[in-house]
């Protein structure tokens, strides 16, 4: 019965980490900030291609969001309520990234895992120039087509769930990935 009662901040769900956040909590904030920020960071490489950039973006934002959570609607997720911060943050990233962000293929470590685990040297050769032709082809697709394939194939989200996080229509989602995935295919074709 104690161990029961003994239930540590750590398996609370979301909500009550947020009412906690909401009343001075801190720790709790800190809380949710560990259970989203790989999937944040991800996310926002994605998006901009730079890791230096995504993690300060992903940082930025869940400072923004922890300034806002008092405007936090209880009945929405919180991952799909930061994305929106995020998402606006790394757009407005992409509008100055010439200043600031590489190139997806100056990014040292890939989240794509290519098929074997070959260890001779013209196989390691072929997965690396398939990896930059695939980040060089990403670069190259319109923000809102790279931003679906990010959400689709990179962070595994449902066609619900990229309905939530974009706001529109499950139908446009269906839509929107089968022309990003065209145009990839596309700027891809020459390495296939």
Not at 5 to 18: F, G, S, V, Y
Not at 116 to 141: M, P
């Amino acid at each position: 019965m104690e161990h029961e009662l003994a239930m540590t901040i750590e398996q609370l769900d979301d909500r009550t980490l947020i009412a906690q956040s909401q009343n001075g909590d801190k720790r709790a904030f800190g809380l949710l900030v560990k259970r989203y920020m790989q999937r944040a960071y991800y996310s926002a490489l994605g998006l901009v291609g730079s890791h230096d950039g995504a993690l300060d973006l992903s940082q930025e934002a869940f400072i923004r969001a922890y300034r806002a959570l008092n405007n936090f609607d209880p009945d929405k997720r919180f991952f799909t309520w930061y994305y929106h911060i995020l998402r606006n943050l790394c757009f407005n990233f992409l509008r100055d990234r010439a200043k600031h962000a590489r190139t997806f293929s100056e990014v040292g470590t890939s989240r794509i895992a290519l098929v074997g685990d070959g260890t001779e040297a013209s196989d390691n050769v072929e997965r690396e120039e398939l990896r930059k032709a695939v980040w060089n082809a990403l670069e190259d697709l319109r923000d809102q087509e790279r931003e679906i394939i990010i959400l689709k194939d990179f962070q595994e989200l449902s066609y619900k769930e990229i309905a939530e996080v974009l706001a529109c229509p499950i139908g446009t989602v269906m839509s929107r990935l089968f022309n990003a995935r065209k145009a990839l295919k596309a700027k891809l074709e020459k390495y296939l």
